[in-house]
């Protein structure tokens, strides 16, 4: 094994926000795409026209996870992001969930 | 390296048809998928099937890897015979692009996901894939900030010109006031790009366990904090704990079980930072002792306090009938 190498890390927080261009080049994603998640609601863009569109460390994360069901299951785009929008709804509740069994503990 | 019996990892016959393979691939990538799935070690399991119908599904590779023999048992030592692959030519496209992280086995029969292991006609990309993974931290390392080791796999050539998974260590600094679900992004330390390309880059989405005391909401963090009577009804000033240690904090008089008190920027660091939420619970003290029973019933006599008064003017509380009498 190599010696261990120090590599710069950057926090995508919801202070992080990149433009249209960066997301398709942090996504491997053409534009066509992109819109088209903007369309279908898994994507909210701030800015009016797609060239003032800016987009959230969310999205960024949405926008991969719904690329990866789509490469991975073969769903279309609509698919994708019902299960992105479900998957979110089960984390909170997921979260909930655990708040209340830990107040219930006490 | 160790042979992979990827009939048995699809759960499939050796004679299965291309139908019934690319049925049960799709079911079982459905079970297993790490975005959807619950299950332990849904990733590995993924990957492996992945990895399995990357083979299966492609009648080149199949028929080579049929040509292996059917007597191989899954983890046994295996070394690719001498004439391997000859007269076929293996072509990586469609799913193949996305196939990360994929064993050695699979690595040195049919080359990985670099530069070398591609053959004519595979598709020219300029920039590495990107990698994901998720890492556990406590919820003090999110406050703090905290240093991990991450171990990476890279396929590599040998210098006999196979492919092998090289490992790595990358340390990682985890910057305070991450929160949960929230990605780190590691430059550089995704996928090799073919030719000169940047390589993509490594994002770790943070998981944080769950903490004894402190429950997180986002950047906010909540905690129960038993209170006398006495303190809830007079006001008091009592130590409450937070990330950063305990604080003094002023219960106002009047306050109730279950209020929520705010301890502004006293959650995760950040900007702004979050807030810290203390959620009082009365406790009463024990009434065992005769003093303690003395002090009880001289609240009953002296107190006139009903704790059902806000119940008793409900609807319904005589019962339904008395509801619907109501309604009519």
Redesign the interface.
């Known amino acids: 094994?190599?010696?261990?190498?120090?590599?710069?890390?950057?926090?995508?927080?919801e202070?992080a926000c990149v433009s249209a261009g960066e997301l398709c080049?942090?996504c491997?994603a053409d534009f066509a795409s992109l819109v088209e998640m903007v369309d279908w609601g898994l994507l909210e863009a701030e800015g009016k026209r797609p060239q003032e569109w800016r987009f959230s460390?969310r999205a960024?994360?949405r926008a991969?996870?719904a690329l990866?069901?789509q490469?991975?299951?073969?769903v279309n785009l609509a698919g994708a992001a019902l299960?992105v929008e479900l998957?979110d709804e089960r984390?909170a509740l997921a979260?909930r969930l655990?708040?209340l069994e830990?107040?219930l503990q006490? | 390296m160790e042979y992979k019996d990827y009939y048995k990892v699809l759960g499939v016959a050796r004679t299965a048809n291309a139908d019934e393979i690319k049925r049960t691939y799709r079911k079982l990538a459905r079970r297993y998928h790490p975005d959807v799935s619950k299950e332990p070690q849904a990733e590995e399991k993924f990957k492996e099937v992945q990895e399995a119908y990357e083979v299966l599904r492609d009648p080149e590779k199949r028929a080579a890897y049929d040509q292996l023999g059917a007597q191989w048992k899954a983890g046994e030592q295996f070394r690719p015979p001498p004439d391997w692959g000859k007269g076929y030519e293996f072509s990586f496209g469609g799913g193949g692009e996305d196939a990360e992280g994929f064993s050695d086995f699979f690595a040195n029969l049919f080359g990985a996901r670099t530069p070398f292991g591609r053959t004519g006609g595979a598709p020219f990309r300029r920039r590495g894939g990107d990698r994901h993974a998720r890492i556990e931290i406590d919820l003090e390392d999110s406050y703090h900030g905290a240093e991990r080791t991450i171990r990476l796999q890279n396929p590599e050539v040998t210098a006999d010109g196979h492919v092998a998974l090289r490992e790595k260590e990358v340390r990682v600094t985890i910057p305070a006031g991450v929160a949960e679900g929230q990605q780190i992004r590691l430059r550089g330390q995704g996928e090799s790009a073919a030719a000169n390309g940047a390589a993509g880059d490594l994002y770790l989405e943070i998981g944080i366990r769950p903490h004894p005391l402190f429950q997180l909401e986002g950047r906010d963090v909540v905690v129960t904090l038993p209170v006398a009577p006495w303190e809830a009804a007079l006001g008091a000033s009592v130590e409450a704990p937070t990330l950063g240690g305990p604080v003094e904090m002023k219960i106002p008089s009047g306050a109730r079980s279950g209020q929520r008190l705010r301890l502004k920027g006293r959650g995760l660091p950040g900007q702004p930072p979050g807030d810290e939420f203390v959620v009082l619970k009365l406790v009463l003290p024990p009434g065992e002792s005769p003093r303690a029973r003395a002090l009880y019933e001289q609240m009953q006599r002296d107190l006139a306090f009903d704790p059902r008064a806000e119940l008793k003017r409900q609807p319904g509380y005589r019962g339904a009938s008395d509801a619907t009498r109501k309604e009519t």
Do not use: F, N, Y
Not at chain 1, 1 to 13: H, N, S, T
Not at chain 1, 71 to 74: P, Q
């Open positions: 094994m190599c010696p261990q190498d120090k590599v710069e890390v950057e926090l995508l927080d202070t080049r942090l491997s460390a960024l994360r991969q996870t990866r069901l490469a991975d299951l073969g299960i998957l984390g979260r655990a708040q830990a107040l006490e």
